[in-house]
């Protein structure tokens, strides 16, 4: 099992001024420590439902490209880029261009957005969920077919494309992963089964996510594809890590990697995020390996 370090607050030590030197020094640390992936928020406010509104919060793909140059190994993607936020054509050219600058270690990471709250605070429109969801497979579409042979128009319900040109295309062979996240069972689970690289799901408990990767196998063979092309990854909400407990996030993940998940992924609330990275090389990363 890999390890996915998820950065969801800024509120370190020094403040604003302080932000670019603390990420660099993160991405530095998650590399030395063998992380698999450091993935960003994608949102314009802090979740107001955890924190203020009012904390400080970086606009993703921004951040991601500092962190490309401040990184040589990890794999870098929005967890998740919101649908609603940007249009399909320029979230496809966006993840081009970090991957050719990160030198191929780019990936997309794509869902239905939720927070309504930011939307509306700045003017983005909020559309119901069903036409968000609808927008995310087309947003998926034109993602595959920019980063294809094929750039030629893109005509489908909510957007219309007169050309589907990307130059440079992404590094990435054959194209930029593509990670699908949430566990809808209707809608997002099935989009996951059609297109997915990897499904991304919450991981309040392992038997809700052996239900989801059921729905999940259950939509794969109705699109005629074999599951065990679709990668598992869980964002882990437990607190253990918080509370400095490594032992039990490992025995924890025992019951996940026995359901074939192959990635888990944490989130550092502390003050110091190198200093929590540090404690994964040490504690969490090794045994994770051998699960």
């Not at 030395?32 to 960003?40: L, N, P």
């Not at 969920?129 to 319900?157: H, K, N, V, Y």
Request: net charge negative.
């Amino acid at each position: 099992m890999q390890l996915g370090v998820h950065v969801a607050r800024f509120n370190w030590d020094g403040g604003p001024p302080a932000i670019a030197r603390r990420l660099a020094e993160l991405g530095a640390a998650a590399d030395a420590a063998g992380c698999e992936h450091i993935s960003v928020m994608d949102h314009y406010f802090q979740l107001d439902r955890m924190f203020a509104a009012e904390d400080p919060m970086l606009e993703a793909y921004t951040t991601l490209g500092f962190l490309a140059a401040s990184t040589e190994r990890v794999k870098l993607h929005v967890l998740a880029t919101g649908v609603t936020y940007r249009h399909p054509g320029l979230v496809a050219k966006i993840v081009s261009t970090l991957d050719v600058l990160s030198g191929g270690r780019a990936e997309l990471a794509i869902g239905a957005a939720w927070y309504e709250r930011e939307h509306r605070g700045l003017g983005i429109p909020f559309p119901p969920i069903g036409e968000r969801l609808a927008r995310l497979e087309e947003a998926i579409q034109i993602c595959l077919q920019m980063w294809s042979d094929d750039d030629g128009p893109f005509t489908g319900r909510h957007y219309q494309l007169a050309e589907t040109l990307c130059s440079p295309q992404p590094l990435s062979q054959p194209r930029p992963r593509l990670i699908v996240c949430g566990g809808g069972e209707n809608k997002t689970l099935r989009i996951a089964a059609r297109y997915a690289d990897e499904s991304n799901v919450i991981a309040r408990s392992p038997e809700e996510v052996a239900h989801k990767q059921e729905v999940l196998r259950r939509h794969c063979e109705q699109a005629g594809r074999d599951p065990a092309e679709v990668a598992i990854s869980v964002l882990n909400t437990g607190d253990a890590l918080a509370n400095g407990d490594a032992s039990r996030l490992i025995d924890e993940m025992q019951a996940y990697a026995r359901l074939g998940v192959q990635t888990v992924i944490v989130i550092p609330f502390a003050a110091s995020p190198v200093a929590f990275v540090e404690q994964l090389a040490a504690s969490v990363i090794p045994p994770l390996a051998e699960l």
